[in-house]
Each structure stands twice: as structure tokens, then as C-alpha cells.
């Protein structure tokens, strides 16, 4: 008796979906991936003008601050673990609870004044007239965070 053959077990579409998929996590994990247009996208002679140089400031500036919401927003979820499962347990109680009740505040003030000035900068760049293209991801996740934003004060 013979072995069948991958393609006759897996069908052909799911094949090119798992490669597909395989490809682009390498691509991610390799930092390849990323859709933002970077220094060396831009055209050497617009160097010259200081507002692609004002502009160029003003996306490395939000995509730093990109990453510090991300940070933030991860230790905001785990000191909510942590105080969550503290009250289920009802372990530990006095000063320890309150810590962990006062790392939580400062995780949620944090990301509040993260989320603000972000919001802020992403709004002073598309009133400066940085080009749109070059914003879009940030619009994204500006539009994202008052979405959020809404849904926690409602």
C-alpha cells in the first residue's frame, strides 16, 4: 500500500494558507513587516527642506510614544490581574492590598497622560500637514484609544 501524498491529505489552499501565515510571522518577528514608512523611504534631496526634517521629528517622536502607550496599557492590564485576583483570593489584605490598589491607579494615571499627549501630537501633525500617508497608522490608533476611551467612561 502506498503513503498518500501532503497534497492529498492537506488541500491546496490550506497549504498556501499555512506558508502564508509561517512567512509573515517571520516577517514580523524580523521587524520586516512593519508598514510605517522609515528614513530610508525617504528621497535623499528633501533632507534640505526643514519640513520633511520637522515632519520626520514629529513620527519618530509619536511611534516612541507608540511604544510607551503599548508598555504602559501591558502593565495596566497586569496590575488589574494582580488587584483582581487579590480580591477573589482575599490574599493579601492591608498594606499589601493597598499597594497593589495604588499601582493600579498609577498604572490607569499613566496611560491617561500617555493616551493625552498622543492624542495631542497626532493632532498637531495633521494640523501642521504632515502627509497623510505617514500618519495613517497613528490615526489608526488615535481613533482606537478615544474608541476606548468611550467605552470606559460609558
Known amino acids: 500500500m502506498t503513503r498518500p501524498r501532503i497534497s492529498q491529505i492537506i488541500h491546496r489552499p490550506l497549504l498556501y494558507l499555512l506558508i502564508f501565515c509561517l512567512l509573515t510571522s517571520a516577517l514580523a518577528d524580523h521587524g520586516l513587516a512593519d508598514s510605517r514608512p522609515s528614513v530610508e523611504t525617504l528621497p535623499s534631496g528633501t533632507w534640505n527642506q526643514p519640513s520633511q ?7 519618530d517622536e509619536l511611534r516612541q510614544l507608540e511604544k510607551k502607550i503599548t508598555e504602559a496599557q501591558t502593565e495596566r492590564v497586569s496590575s488589574r490581574t494582580k488587584l483582581r485576583k487579590a480580591r477573589q483570593r482575599r490574599y493579601p489584605r492591608g498594606q499589601a492590598l493597598d499597594d497593589l490598589r495604588k499601582n493600579a491607579q498609577e498604572d490607569e ?3 491617561e497622560k500617555l493616551e493625552n499627549l498622543f ?27 478615544e474608541d476606548d476611551r468611550t467605552l470606559r467612561t460609558n
Open 109 to 111: 494615571i499613566r496611560m
Open 119 to 145: 492624542l495631542h501630537l497626532v493632532e498637531g501633525a495633521r494640523r501642521q500637514g504632515v502627509s497623510l500617508a505617514a500618519l495613517s497608522p497613528f490615526l489608526d490608533r488615535a481613533e482606537a484609544l
Open 53 to 59: 526634517r520637522e515632519d520626520h521629528l514629529i513620527l
